[in-house]
């Protein structure tokens, strides 16, 4: 995620795997700036190559289109997701197993996209489908709940306000994202992954986590952490996609960049909606 994955390695095995980063008979040499090198393509006055577009530069709108088209099959995927799950005359709500082979493979989509950048393209939408399935399913199954009936909306309209008030904030520079900022939010990032992990397993073998699961202040307080760091990742997206357009990485980067961008989104999601079944549980 982006969040971890989206980084200066990624940069790195991007272009070199783009040929940006090797033989300077191909290609310029790389220019120091203050946003990494700048990998300059080759010249030529002859006709357009498929070596030469496969050089062409990633962009800031490049990848705003890549990621539009991500929550459009997100959307389509969750209209599915949330229609398979069925409620039984008694009100039981039937959640479909189907939907966690969805984050099974989302999750294997991310690590190999942070892996092989270059196949973000190509498992971007995978992940976009399989999460959005998931999405769509678990999102049914709070709405069904009659103290959490319209919840769902909610979530989405304060998901689509935290966007809008980082991106903002990022604009502005109130948020200036340095290399200690960005160490610090992945370091809790991945701590805070870890710690999902083992509650995870604490609950298939014993029992729940407390704090973790229910309403109480504690509780509360630690979904307000959650959904706070999400969206400070939110700001080192931006600040990734803001850096690799600057250094002209290949445009390949558009997806996975996108794809990171996404994954951020999907948890800041999931993070606001337990955030406001605590609250209506109160």
Avoid at 28 to 44: K, L, Y
Avoid at 109 to 126: C, D, E, G, Q, T
Avoid at 142 to 154: A, H, L, T
Avoid at 224 to 231: D, F, I, S
Wanted: aromatic share 10%; net charge positive; hydrophobic share 50%.
């Amino acid at each position: 995620m982006a969040n971890p994955i989206l980084n200066d390695k990624a940069l790195d095995q991007a272009a070199e795997r783009a040929g940006w980063g090797k033989a300077a008979s191909q290609s310029g040499p790389a220019t120091q700036t203050s946003n990494g090198p700048v990998w300059n393509p080759p010249v030529s006055d002859g006709p357009v190559t498929p070596w030469q577009v496969a050089r062409e530069p990633m962009t800031v709108a490049g990848t705003a289109t890549a990621t539009g088209v991500l929550l459009v099959l997100l959307l389509v995927a969750a209209f599915f997701g949330w229609n398979a799950v069925t409620e039984n005359s008694d009100g039981q709500v039937a959640f479909p197993g189907i939907a966690l082979i969805g984050v099974l493979v989302g999750f294997v989509a991310v690590i190999v996209s942070s892996i092989k950048p270059n196949l973000a393209r190509f498992l971007a939408p995978v992940y976009a489908l399989a999460e959005g399935f998931f999405l769509g399913a678990i999102s049914k199954t709070y709405n069904s709940v009659d103290r959490y009936e319209g919840i769902v909306v909610q979530a989405v309209g304060a998901t689509l306000a935290v966007f809008a008030v980082m991106l903002f904030l990022y604009r502005t520079k109130v948020i200036k994202v340095t290399d200690r900022f960005r160490r610090t939010v992945i370091g809790a990032t991945l701590g805070l992954m870890v710690f999902y992990g083992i509650s995870m397993l604490i609950q298939l073998f014993t029992h729940k986590v407390p704090f973790f699961q229910n309403s109480s202040g504690i509780g509360i307080v630690f979904s307000l952490v959650a959904a706070g760091l999400a969206a400070m990742n939110l700001a080192i997206d931006f600040d990734f996609i803001e850096r690799a357009s600057a250094s002209r990485q290949p445009k390949q980067l558009e997806w996975f960049a996108a794809m990171g961008l996404l994954v951020t989104l999907v948890w800041l999601y999931l993070e606001l909606l337990r955030l406001l079944s605590k609250l209506r549980d109160r």
